[in-house]
């Protein structure tokens, strides 16, 4: 079952399990969670199962854990006083034994935890726990007036007195620390919410259980995300807002992050307002400029990647440190398509091993400390960015978020969000927007192998909004099958079309000729010519897209172009 996840999950492996060639044995590498090469024979005689930690064992070293975190330096402190250390000792602990258990309880490649992620969940609380005192608390507090302002001006009530006790700024960070750490690789996640609700006790106080926590999460993404300045017909949708959130906490943090997600899940998109924001003493929000500046280092994998240039790209990101304020300054690697590298028979990513878990990778790392170990603080930061998740080996040396594929209702909220530039725009198309959302759905439920994507349905809704625009007008059916040809072209077999039409037929009357068939002027050359064309007036208004031309000749291909 976790195979079969593994291979539909984003694109897909694009060889199946069932066929391909590399082999351990009869059982093909694919079949296998974690792909490594088998021992030699001579060595199987030295081979000790270690298992794993009993949920008692693993309590005791997760107390260490915490234990040390806490009572280094008294670090958790609440209102000026000092909180009762052994009880903050025990909630916490208890806290993150509850996560850690609900996680292997999952059946997928959620269930591969370890020690790793408490270690992180205790860095990342003692981040939020500082961010808090600097700026956090203050933004969070007006986030949350808004919001029920709103919402009491929308029902027409008090709703005061529904509100649950304010969180004290060390359950806030802990709750924050949940959602970074655990609750980001899941699909389903209001269990989570509500099992872990159940171990907070003072001096954690937790009244609201697990909606307090989703909606304290949901805020702080909030807070995140108004603190930059995104660009025109940009949806603040909860995929941008969850991929920025993290990409923020775990690069000031130096915490290893994997972005795992279709096309179209705002990954990229994110990590180019990140890197825009995160400018520090320089940067226009003053949450940001509470945190370092940032330099980010692109490398693109493929099937042909190398471990050396892997390992380049971090020492390159090791140089751009060098001789800089480490408080106020990190390099960033980023691997994107970081899952087509798994199909190298170079194996590359097996070089991230030691990068991510120590930050060493060979050369001169071990004059850095007895160790060969690197100070976190001195390491680089690391995002990779994937359509598909990959072995537990390595995502469990990080952070996994995980993003699935939006529902109906997440793509009209999203459509509505890129459709709010112009009001007046926005109120002409605004009852197409449920229609397009059913008919994305509906055609992509449908496709035998999955052709088209998130962005195809994005662009369409701005191409829609971009008629309108220029109209000054509802769209009418015409121009709406035009916006669909445009974007959802590239198949005989399916008739995405057909499928609109069938859920647009209450909102447009047709006219007895638009039976759906193909006009003159919707064939293949007159949509090429309408992309290329630069006097088009939806090119004017951006939403032009790059092509990809399908032929079975090239120099046909050429010769439509010319």
Known sequence: EMIKRLEDAGLGYHVRATETEDKLGRIPLRQLVYRVHPLPESMVPLVWDFGQLSPDVEELYIQQIVIRYVSKQQEFADEGMFLDEGELIETVTGVLAAAQAFMREQKDECSFVSLRDVERAMMVMKWFYWLSGEILDELMLKAEEDLYKRFDLREGRDVLTQRPEPLSRVTRALVLSLGVCYQARLRERDAFRDRVAHAFRDPCPLSGGGRQIKDEIDRCQEVFLAQMQLGKNIARNEALRENVFMMVVCIDTRIPLFLVGKPGSSKSLAKTEVADAMQGDSSISPLFRCLKQVHMVSYQCSPLSTPSGIVGTFKQCQQYQKDKNLDRFVAVVVLDEVGLAEDSPRLPLKALHPLLEDGT?????????????????????????????????KMNRGIMVSRGQPDSEELVRTAGDICNTDEEVGQHIKHLINHLAKAYCTLYEGQKREFFGLRDFYSLVKMVYSYSAASGNTPTWREVERAVRRNFGGLDVERPVATFRKLFHLSFSFQASEDGREEEH??????????????????????SRYLLILSENCDAALTILQ
């Open 361 to 393: 990778g060979g050369g001169d790392d071990d004059s850095r400390s007895g160790q060969g170990i690197v100070p976190i603080k001195e390491r680089v930061a690391f995002v990779g960015i994937s359509n598909w998740a990959l072995d537990p080996a």
């Open 522 to 543: 919707d064939n293949a050359v007159s949509l090429i010519t309408d992309s290329l064309n630069r006097s088009d007036s939806v090119h004017y208004h951006g939403d």
